[in-house]
Nanobody, 120 residues
Framework: QVHLVESGGGLVQPGGSLRLSCAAV????????MGWYRQAPGKERELVAS???????NYADSVKGRFTISRENAKNTVNLQMNSMKSEDTAVYYC??????????????WGPGTQVTVSS
């Protein structure tokens, strides 16, 4: 099994910055895609940013130019640098990973979620 460990959430003022990190922990697996989703109260969960093992990236329109996703393949870790943050960024952020183990099929894994609050 793959366990996703999240860190970096917290409270920040508008215009400030936060960095989220997520590490995939386990044995005998390969990560295909890692990324971050978020869900605000009363709203559906949405993709924030993702990156593939080949290095391609995908961003939600609302965060383009402000957020940057990066990956450390040797550590099975993905980072999300969030700059120029807005109140609209307030949500619970969830790490996501698509992984496959030897002799198995790809599976989707989720972290427990970390709260990000942007407020003055």
């Amino acid at each position: 099994q793959v366990h996703l460990v999240e860190s970096g959430g917290g409270l920040v003022q508008p215009g400030g910055s936060l960095r989220l990190s997520c590490a995939a922990v386990g044995r005998g697996f390969e990560i295909y895609t890692m990324g971050w989703y978020r869900q605000a109260p009363g709203k559906e969960r949405e993709l924030v940013a993702s990156t593939t093992s080949g290095g391609s990236t995908n961003y939600a329109d609302s965060v383009k130019g402000r957020f940057t996703i990066s990956r450390e393949n040797a550590k099975n870790t993905v980072n999300l640098q969030m700059n120029s943050m807005k109140s609209e960024d307030t949500a619970v952020y969830y790490c996501n990973a698509e992984a496959v183990a030897l002799g198995s099929l790809p599976r989707n894994y989720w972290g427990p979620g970390t709260q990000v609050t942007v407020s003055s």
